[in-house]
């Protein structure tokens, strides 16, 4: 879609986000940029004090910055008590990405029985089965599937190649790119003497308002009860989230996690990327793990926790591989130390079969 | 597809299973439910011994339970020798999710070379190139693409925005779900002067009977011999299996596990999630390995394996991985020690030069 | 596409790479093989010394093998300096899969817009945006998407069900295999009092020629500048790279791979499958990483690095992590010993806090 350049005055930018203004008011602003090289006519911002020696630097038109940076540069300004949201905000506006012509496209595949909200736009190769619904000023994109009985929410985007399974629900203002599916069957497999029976998955997915779910990232549908993902969750790509997994609001989670069945993870929780997190356990409220963190318990008190050896040269850690696999000598080494020194043993072998993990 | 609502009597039920039934044989049964709170009409089950306590709760009108739990429960029940394998086989006769129109979608492109068994559904934007054949009574779901020459065993189902390979063959009732890849390009280079020349991969996926595939699953094509599934293997979504792997019969692997090229997997296997393979190596027959285990080389013998270290309180965490790195001192501290009380060394860093993984 | 077989004869093979011929040079050659067994009418190679004692097996017609191998075998030969090279470049003369008839399908979407050079094929199913430019000889295959402004260069070829995300741009010979996302939105998220706000995401993603980008790998596109992947680099299956990375010049990458924002990878860099690598850090040139690696810091200097514990049986590794968790009381037991022995203490807990990983 052809759209004309969008352009505000600085005083206009300040005006509408409540900021300070510092500066030639009449300055134009076309768009945004990063602090350096920085662009002239647009606007760029320094979030971290860290960054305060490349102000002096930037060929930006104006930075959005904190009082506290404010006299390290003497250019146009908008002073803001969070630069980096006030930024953010700004920038939405200079977005264009999720501009859409409304509309249903005539490759698009949209059942007799569905219901389409306002001003909704389906895409070339979009399908929509019987009884979905697409609420109000929401978008479709190529090749999505939306199955039979599944709800979008107003103001939803599903960019492209994204799979909604029958009867799954999403909130409003869904954000879904592409080769995400919503609930694909669960693996619940059960045993028997001709091998593995596949147990039904007759539960859904239920998605809460305002949540960005990642490329190619799968949430499966639960078995009997419901996957629920809360409101304000974002999930980043490549993520699995196994069936009968709740997760809490506003908890944000980073590339290529796993959690499996039917794990709890609270409210708030920021996850790091590649981190795998064990079925049927509980995470508190405001946990942060750290990336490739090994999670094969439950965590009942906030906090950060993280695993994990980092690599080093590979002939070090082929010597610390083999120095971890020898700790059973070390500890017979101080044991027959301490006898010969008739000093009190401390710790044996004997307690790691105590550990429950 | 609107359907009417199935309901069977539990006597029906238990005559096709071949069940013990106990209390009301005329109890109508609509569904199947989770045993907390359960539904009234539905049927749920009992599989194991420490959800016992939950049978006075439930809300369920009948359980499926063994005989060493019937004396728990006073409401109608079916007595099951495998209580979770009867639940699953009557859980499908209620499970709609496959049910499909026969017939080719106006929108889907079959070239007139392929050949479609009786009773076939292919969806809307579904590809099936020439040569292809797609066994009676399969469905190939919306936008799935079958490249030429590609097989379908009977009663498959290709959920949507599945991709096969030319050539490639799946066997009976296949299960693929949205996303998987099955016969793309195997990763294989070959170094040259210019860069990396692109070895081309000449070779198929070969999957057996009763495979199930989740979404976003990747099978590499072989270079020059083939990449083989064999029946019955049950792989979960986001899996990654290389050219020339060949997967043992019965095998099931979890979410986000990667098998590099060439290893050979035994049958009955057990793979937990995020679990790495490495390539060139054999897993024997009944293995059994942990989530997020690094597997590096060969396993012979059948049992559980696993490695890593769990999460733990960041800052702890921090001194675990200090120490770890330590280990060369404490080596060096016991040898020092060990010649002032003239104890015999037992053992010294060399050692870990031999080790071979 | 029906193809009729392609034959060649041995000197004509010798004659178009270069490689010296041994043994009949009117053996025709209908395609290549494995060692072992071998076809009749087929090349095979020997591409390492060990595989030497399979040469005397083979049924192949004729086999590319190294000159210090040529005397272990007697059959019809190609002598060439690296076999493995000659043979990949052989083998890509009797490959198929690269075939299209040129000419846009039906059922495409093509904007009046979008510029397609000479030659091109357009699947089924591809969307091609307004002012895309498809460069001549490139094949867009079923159900891709390729959004507004976006650019492919010459004799590239998208699989299947691959999104190119707007103003994104790939380099000449681009090779993408089905489910890649290029150009999804980076995951940037600004915290607010009502929850995580969206951080626009107005960079590209910039790829180089003669990348490779395999199923389901995913490559986000910057926040204000562009994620760059610069010529010549391979990247496999699932791999996970998010926004304002650089990837260098033919640096590979196997699959599951995950790369954190803003981190800069050099060139001819070797990445092994599964290996995490944090954010924000650099990695320089000719660095080797092996699988399943955590790297959270930058590395300087070229090598081979790597990190992790091998599985082993599971009872020994939960001994294992239980003696790692107690590595605090092998530092309290030495330190005792020590000073009952009047030794001077080397490395005590404190240090572990030092550590700035």
Redesign the interface.
């Known amino acids: 879609?052809?759209t004309a350049v969008v352009t505000f005055t600085l005083a206009e930018l300040a005006e509408q986000h409540g900021l300070t203004l510092r500066g030639d008011p009449h300055t134009v602003i076309s768009?945004?940029?990063?602090l350096l090289p920085g662009q002239a006519g647009k606007l760029s911002f320094c979030g971290e004090s860290r960054l305060r020696s490349q102000l002096s630097l930037t060929q930006a038109a104006a930075v959005i910055l904190a009082a506290r940076e404010a006299d390290q540069y003497d250019g146009n300004a908008l002073i803001a008590a969070?630069p980096?949201?006030a930024?953010?905000?700004i920038?939405?506006g200079?977005?264009r990405?999720k501009e859409f012509t409304a509309g249903i496209?005539s490759?698009a595949?949209v059942a007799a029985s569905a219901v389409l909200g306002e001003g909704c736009g389906i895409?070339?190769?979009a399908?929509i089965e019987?009884d979905a619904v697409i609420g109000a000023g929401s978008y479709i994109?190529?090749?999505c599937?939306v199955r039979?009985g599944a709800r979008i929410g107003a103001r939803s985007r599903l960019?492209?190649?994204v799979?909604i399974g029958?009867d799954c629900e999403l909130g409003a203002r869904a954000?879904v790119?592409?080769?995400a599916?919503v609930g694909?069957?669960g693996?619940?497999?059960?045993?028997?003497a001709s091998?593995?029976?596949?147990?039904?998955?007759?539960g859904r997915v239920i998605v809460g308002d305002?949540v960005?779910i990642?490329?190619?990232t799968?949430i499966?549908r639960g078995a009997?009860?419901d996957t629920v993902i809360e409101?304000?969750v974002?999930l980043?790509?490549?993520i699995?989230i196994?069936h009968n997994c709740r997760i809490g609001?506003?908890t944000?989670i980073?590339?290529?996690v796993?959690i499996?069945g039917s794990t709890r993870i609270g409210s708030r929780c920021m996850i790091g990327?590649?981190t795998?997190i064990?079925g049927h356990i509980t995470i508190a409220d405001n946990v942060m793990?750290?990336?490739?963190?090994?999670?094969?318990?439950s965590?009942a008190v906030a906090?950060?926790?993280?695993?994990?050896?980092?690599?080093?040269?590979?002939?070090d850690?082929?010597?610390?591989?083999?120095?971890?696999?020898?700790?059973?000598?070390?500890?017979?080494?101080?044991q027959?130390?301490?006898e010969?020194?008739r000093?009190t043993p401390?710790?044996g072998?004997g307690?790691?079969?105590?550990?429950d993990?």
Chains 1, 2, 3 share one sequence.
């Open positions: 879609m052809q768009g945004v940029c990063a969070e980096a949201l930024f953010a905000k920038a939405q200079f977005d990405s496209d490759r595949a895409g070339p190769g399908v019987a994109g190529p090749n599937v039979r960019e492209a190649n799979y029958p954000l790119l592409p080769g599916v694909g069957r693996f619940g497999l059960v045993p028997s091998g593995w029976i596949e147990m039904p998955q007759l305002d960005e990642g490329a190619q799968s499966d009997l009860d409101d304000g974002k980043d790509n490549q699995q196994a609001a506003h944000a980073a590339a290529c796993g499996a990327g590649a795998v064990a793990l750290l990336g490739m963190a090994m999670v094969t318990k965590i906090g950060v926790y993280g695993s994990g050896l980092p690599a080093m040269p590979a002939r850690w082929r010597k610390q591989v083999a120095r971890v696999r020898r700790l059973d000598r070390v500890d017979e080494r101080l027959s130390i301490e010969t020194l000093l401390q710790t072998e307690n790691g079969e105590q550990d993990f």
